[in-house]
T-cell receptor
Framework: GAVVSQHPSRVICKSGTSVKIECRSLDFQATTMFWYRQFPKKSLMLMATSNEGSKATYEQGVEKDKFLINHASLTLSTLTVTSAHPEDSSFYIC?????????????FGPGTRLTVT | QKEVEQNSGPLSVPEGAIASLNCTYSDRGSQSFFWYRQYSGKSPELIMSIYSNGDKEDGRFTAQLNKASQYVSLLIRDSQPSDSATYLCAVNRFGQNFVFGPGTRLSVLP
């Protein structure tokens, strides 16, 4: 299957600072990437859909000014958590959509564990 | 009504048994169906995809799709403790976002 990388895998930051997370599709081009967050023992929660060259589409209840998404190329999307607070501590996972012969498949990055102190 | 439903579990099976995981979906226009495995603290990993009615086998895994009844299942034969994880069902209509179920937690007891 396709490979998606995410960096960093873990980050600890102080309250009020910003953190950038990168998501890369390594062996395919992804016009669409997705950002999820997941709390312990909870389901994946879609935060936003990132489209190359256009603005991200945010899910209801997700603050677009707090979670900045940039999809500058067909292989890279970034999520910046601005003015982080302890309640932003979570597991952030990106995924990328790849087009097979006639179906889409979605592959996940390994995730970034963010801890805000 | 939730779009994709799964029994949250935990589903416990003894080692060597067949684990059967079920998923129902509400969108009749769904065309692609997927099973992901997620170990604790890790991200989901795609393990099976199925697009037409019937069975699809890959090693110890068999995915079954019944579009008329709007359900998809995953069978794991000869279950191993290493299969213990949460299994996510996902469905997709072409061009739209994937919709994930809440996942079923599987525990394989040695």
């Amino acid at each position: 299957g396709a490979v998606v990388s995410q960096h960093p895998s873990r980050v600890i930051c102080k309250s009020g600072t910003s953190v950038k997370i990168e998501c890369r599709s390594l062996d395919f081009q992804a016009t669409t990437m997705f950002w999820y967050r997941q709390f312990p023992k909870k389901s994946l929660m879609l935060m936003a859909t990132s489209n190359e060259g256009s603005k991200a589409t945010y899910e209801q209840g997700v603050e677009k000014d707090k979670f900045l998404i940039n999809h500058a190329s067909l292989t890279l999307s970034t999520l910046t958590v601005t003015s982080a607070h302890p309640e932003d501590s979570s597991f952030y996972i990106c995924s990328a959509r790849a087009l097979g012969l006639d179906h889409y498949e979605q592959y996940f990055g390994p995730g970034t564990r963010l801890t805000v102190t | 009504q939730k779009e994709v439903e799964q029994n949250s579990g935990p589903l416990s099976v003894p080692e060597g048994a067949i684990a059967s995981l079920n998923c129902t979906y509400s969108d009749r226009g769904s065309q692609s169906f997927f099973w992901y495995r997620q170990y604790s603290g890790k991200s989901p990993e795609l393990i099976m995809s199925i697009y037409s009615n019937g069975d699809k086998e890959d090693g110890r895994f068999t995915a079954q799709l019944n579009k008329a009844s709007q359900y998809v299942s995953l069978l794991i034969r000869d279950s191993q403790p290493s299969d213990s994880a949460t299994y996510l069902c996902a469905v997709n209509r072409f061009g739209q976002n994937f919709v994930f179920g809440p996942g079923t937690r599987l525990s394989v007891l040695p």
